[in-house]
């Protein structure tokens, strides 16, 4: 049976890693899809209540999966098996993610800032939190990338910050229309999907993390 390409260690440990865990990923992704779509039943006819909403069943389960890619990070921080530092900021802007998404943060800042200054006047400041997940998201990925062993689980990072990069479009069009009236109106569909790629996006980069062996441990 042919083995899984691998990576060296590092770039000074000769070597190859252990084979990454493989079946967790699909078994995730599969599970994430099953309950999009189940809740999307549930509230059928009106199936757009499971997604549109604060307290929907999607925005709910952003929240346990950014909760989850917190606790994976530092799990694996643990284990060594990402970089230290990499690993804390990972754990801090996961938490962070998870807190903003449940208690709706960066909503409260856009609709709220023009009370605590009037820099909130330009739209750049109101829309600052969700331009800084995109910007620092970037860089967190680039690092990530480079601490990931596999080339499948990369493939799966970038993924996943391509589906999150659509999602912060999709939130940022409305916005960005203000400006350029030119633009196209949004499709109605692709809107109403928002929280369901922030969903997709998270449950990829966390099939990411979850797919990276310990070292010297045994693959599954």
């Not at 509230?43 to 952003?62: M, Q, T, V």
């Not at 709706?104 to 331009?131: G, I, N």
């Not at 601490?147 to 960005?176: I, K, N, T």
């Not at 350029?180 to 449950?203: G, S």
Request: charged share 15%; hydrophobic share 50%; proline share 8%.
């Amino acid at each position: 049976m042919p083995q899984h390409p691998t990576l060296p260690l590092s770039n000074n440990t000769p070597g190859p890693r252990p084979a990454p865990h493989r079946w967790v990923a699909p078994a995730l992704l599969g599970a994430v899809a099953g309950f999009l779509l189940f809740s999307a039943w549930i509230f059928a006819p009106g199936w757009e209540r499971a997604f549109r909403s604060d307290n929907s069943p999607a925005s709910w389960l952003s929240s346990a999966l950014l909760l989850t890619l917190c606790i994976t990070a530092l799990r694996l921080t643990a284990e060594r098996c990402l970089p230290w530092r990499l690993g804390v900021w990972l754990v801090l802007a996961f938490g962070a993610l998870a807190l903003d998404e449940q208690f709706m943060l960066h909503e409260l800042w856009k609709f709220r800032c023009h009370e605590w200054t009037d820099a909130c006047r330009w739209s750049a400041v109101r829309e600052a939190p969700m331009l800084a997940v995109a910007g620092v998201g970037l860089v967190t990925l680039a690092q990530l990338h480079r601490a990931l062993s596999h080339r499948s689980s990369r493939y799966m990072l970038w993924a996943g910050f391509a589906v999150g990069l659509a999602a912060v479009a999709v939130d940022q069009w409305p916005e960005a229309q203000s400006h350029w009236p030119w633009l196209p109106e949004l499709p109605e569909l692709l809107a109403t999907l928002e929280e369901a790629l922030e969903v997709m996006a998270e449950a990829l980069v966390l099939g990411a993390l979850l797919r990276q062996p310990q070292v010297g441990g045994k693959p599954q």
